[in-house]
């Protein structure tokens, strides 16, 4: 399998996948023990100590998504909730296996699975908070999600309406869509044949409805093949396994070679301090 040297933090497909893998293992299961190896990782917790308090004997009701967050519902009305960060992932393992370096967070369930959730660069967080304390975090002010909830043309076309700045940034903006990131924003663009460079309010409403299908499908595909491992296998899946979309990227880390559907070279342009890939033979 091809690997590209760059860094990425997982997005919505990875997330996603995390998520339906996740849901057979630990749905109506009860936690029976928690360590937390690294008191960065609860950060976000008002009270360190309530992470692990609040998540004992609680049983997992349901798991959820909303953009690249990972929200497990509790009973008594608690929300797990669980951002991957720039290198975090989730391993599902038996009590009896090694830890592996950068283990931050083990969650042990009755019958002796483990969650483990290993976070290198530690960006990521997990946390356990109430209805109340989910309702004023950051994912309130999330946009709708962009599997689930992806805004209506006439919706994207008000939004994107006398906007000076590129469309490429304003797609990674997660008040405006969840769960994009530089991977999928390269990849819908190029399948949609608009440049990264374009300005938001420029695209016509024809435009926008290409983007919101080329996003809804590259996101569909992604989710299907796993989602993408790139070098530094920051993501894997929770049984350890890559995700297989790398080898179905069109233009991400593919500086210099040829477009799938034009021939021309690919370009990396550096927006806003982020690499996008993208082919200026077919993206206007």
Not at 147 to 161: A, H, K, N, Q
Not at 214 to 243: M, N, V
Request: proline share 5%; net charge positive; hydrophobic share 35%.
């Amino acid at each position: 399998m091809l690997r590209i040297q760059l860094q990425r933090m997982p997005e919505l497909p990875e997330v996603e996948v995390t998520r339906r893998i996740l849901e057979s293992e630990i749905r109506e299961k009860q936690v029976a023990e928690v360590s937390v190896n690294h008191p960065r990782v609860v950060r976000r917790q008002k009270h360190p100590t309530d992470f692990s308090d609040r998540l004992q004997e609680r049983t997992v009701q349901s798991l959820r998504r909303h953009g690249k967050f990972l929200i497990i519902e509790l009973d008594a009305g608690l929300n797990w909730v669980t951002h991957l960060g720039m290198s975090g992932r989730i391993q599902m393992v038996d009590n009896d296996q090694p830890e592996e370096t950068h283990t931050r967070t083990v969650v042990r369930f009755v019958g002796g699975r483990e969650l483990r959730f290993v976070d290198p660069r530690t960006f990521g967080f997990m946390t356990v908070w109430t209805e109340a304390e989910l309702a004023s975090s950051t994912l309130n002010r999330l946009g709708p999600d962009a599997l689930t909830d992806l805004p209506s043309v006439r919706e994207f076309v008000g939004y994107l309406r006398g906007r000076t700045a590129l469309i490429k940034p304003l797609l990674l903006n997660q008040s405006v869509v969840a769960g994009v990131g530089n991977i999928y924003a390269d990849e819908s663009l190029h399948l949609c044949r608009v440049s990264p460079l374009r300005p938001g309010g420029s695209l016509a409403a024809d435009e926008v409805n290409r983007l919101r299908i080329a996003i809804r499908t590259t996101l569909i595909a992604a989710i299907q093949q796993g989602g993408t491992s790139l070098e530094d296998l920051a993501y894997l899946l929770p049984d350890g396994k890559t995700g297989d979309f790398l080898d179905r990227l069109r233009v991400y880390g593919r500086e210099g070679q040829g477009c799938c559907h034009c021939g021309f070279a690919i370009r990396r342009t550096v927006i806003r301090s982020r690499s996008s890939f993208w082919c200026p033979g077919c993206q206007a």
